[in-house]
Protein backbone atom coordinates (compact mmCIF):
# COMPACT_ATOMS: atom_id res chain seq x y z
CA UNK A 1 0.00 0.00 0.00
CA UNK A 2 1.05 3.21 -1.00
CA UNK A 3 1.21 5.79 1.66
CA UNK A 4 2.61 9.32 2.32
CA UNK A 5 3.07 10.57 5.89
CA UNK A 6 3.54 14.33 6.35
CA UNK A 7 4.32 15.27 10.07
CA UNK A 8 6.45 18.52 11.49
CA UNK A 9 3.26 21.30 11.83
CA UNK A 10 2.61 23.28 14.24
CA UNK A 11 2.38 26.92 15.64
CA UNK A 12 5.50 29.56 15.32
CA UNK A 13 6.52 33.11 15.60
CA UNK A 14 7.39 35.11 12.76
CA UNK A 15 10.72 34.72 11.66
CA UNK A 16 10.76 31.25 13.35
CA UNK A 17 11.52 27.95 11.49
CA UNK A 18 10.01 24.86 11.26
CA UNK A 19 10.82 21.38 9.23
CA UNK A 20 7.93 19.69 7.83
CA UNK A 21 8.63 15.36 6.88
CA UNK A 22 7.04 12.91 4.55
CA UNK A 23 7.75 9.45 5.30
CA UNK A 24 6.90 7.52 2.08
CA UNK A 25 6.24 3.79 1.41
CA UNK A 26 4.71 1.45 -0.82
CA UNK A 27 6.62 2.10 -3.84
CA UNK A 28 9.53 4.11 -5.63
CA UNK A 29 8.98 7.77 -6.70
CA UNK A 30 10.93 9.98 -9.17
CA UNK A 31 9.50 13.53 -7.89
CA UNK A 32 8.30 14.62 -4.63
CA UNK A 33 6.78 18.33 -4.10
CA UNK A 34 5.02 20.28 -0.99
CA UNK A 35 1.74 21.92 -1.85
CA UNK A 36 -0.20 24.10 0.89
CA UNK A 37 -3.95 25.47 1.42
CA UNK A 38 -4.70 28.41 3.37
CA UNK A 39 -8.06 28.84 4.38
CA UNK A 40 -10.59 30.31 1.74
CA UNK A 41 -7.50 29.73 -0.86
CA UNK A 42 -6.87 27.31 -3.27
CA UNK A 43 -4.19 24.99 -2.93
CA UNK A 44 -0.62 25.90 -4.27
CA UNK A 45 2.82 24.83 -5.01
CA UNK A 46 5.42 25.19 -2.96
CA UNK A 47 8.34 23.22 -4.10
CA UNK A 48 9.30 19.78 -5.67
CA UNK A 49 12.76 17.91 -5.96
CA UNK A 50 13.29 14.97 -7.79
CA UNK A 51 13.88 11.93 -5.53
CA UNK A 52 17.66 11.99 -6.10
CA UNK A 53 17.56 15.63 -4.92
CA UNK A 54 19.40 16.11 -8.49
CA UNK A 55 16.92 18.94 -9.58
CA UNK A 56 14.43 21.21 -7.17
CA UNK A 57 11.78 24.45 -7.81
CA UNK A 58 10.40 26.94 -6.08
CA UNK A 59 7.65 29.16 -6.30
CA UNK A 60 8.58 32.72 -6.00
CA UNK A 61 6.82 33.35 -2.63
CA UNK A 62 9.00 30.54 -0.85
CA UNK A 63 12.24 31.05 -2.74
CA UNK A 64 15.18 31.74 -0.49
CA UNK A 65 13.35 30.93 2.69
CA UNK A 66 12.26 27.33 2.02
CA UNK A 67 14.30 24.43 0.81
CA UNK A 68 13.30 21.12 0.23
CA UNK A 69 15.01 17.96 0.45
CA UNK A 70 15.07 14.24 1.60
CA UNK A 71 16.77 10.65 2.88
CA UNK A 72 16.80 8.28 0.54
CA UNK A 73 17.71 5.91 3.19
CA UNK A 74 14.65 6.80 4.89
CA UNK A 75 12.28 7.43 2.26
CA UNK A 76 11.89 10.45 3.24
CA UNK A 77 11.26 13.49 2.21
CA UNK A 78 11.85 17.19 3.87
CA UNK A 79 10.63 20.56 3.63
CA UNK A 80 12.62 23.26 5.51
CA UNK A 81 11.16 26.34 6.37
CA UNK A 82 13.12 29.35 7.54
CA UNK A 83 11.88 33.31 8.05
CA UNK A 84 8.00 32.14 8.29
CA UNK A 85 5.69 34.65 7.77
CA UNK A 86 1.97 34.99 8.51
CA UNK A 87 1.10 34.77 4.85
CA UNK A 88 2.71 30.86 5.05
CA UNK A 89 0.14 29.80 7.28
CA UNK A 90 -1.32 26.79 6.18
CA UNK A 91 -2.24 23.04 5.83
CA UNK A 92 0.80 21.97 4.17
CA UNK A 93 0.57 18.49 1.51
CA UNK A 94 3.24 16.68 0.52
CA UNK A 95 2.94 14.64 -2.53
CA UNK A 96 4.58 12.29 -4.77
CA UNK A 97 4.71 10.84 -8.38
CA UNK A 98 6.65 7.88 -10.37
CA UNK A 99 6.71 10.36 -13.71
CA UNK A 100 5.81 13.65 -15.29
CA UNK A 101 6.66 17.22 -14.78
CA UNK A 102 6.77 19.21 -11.01
CA UNK A 103 3.94 21.11 -12.10
CA UNK A 104 1.82 18.27 -13.36
CA UNK A 105 -0.58 16.70 -11.21
CA UNK A 106 0.21 14.18 -8.75
CA UNK A 107 -0.67 10.47 -7.75
CA UNK A 108 0.11 10.11 -4.05
CA UNK A 109 -0.97 12.84 -1.61
CA UNK A 110 0.12 13.14 2.81
CA UNK A 111 -2.85 13.94 4.78
CA UNK A 112 -1.59 17.65 5.58
CA UNK A 113 -0.06 19.18 8.69
CA UNK A 114 -1.06 22.35 10.17
CA UNK A 115 1.23 25.38 9.39
CA UNK A 116 0.35 28.77 11.68
CA UNK A 117 3.14 31.52 12.13
CA UNK A 118 1.45 34.63 14.72
CA UNK A 119 2.50 37.97 13.71
Known amino acids: QVQLVDSGGGLVQAGGSLRLSCAASGRAFSIMAWFRQAPGKEREFVAASTWSGGVTYYADSVKGRFTISRDNAQNTGYLQMNSLKPEDTAVYYC??????????????WGQGTQVTVSS
Open 95 to 108: AAKARGTFLSDYDY
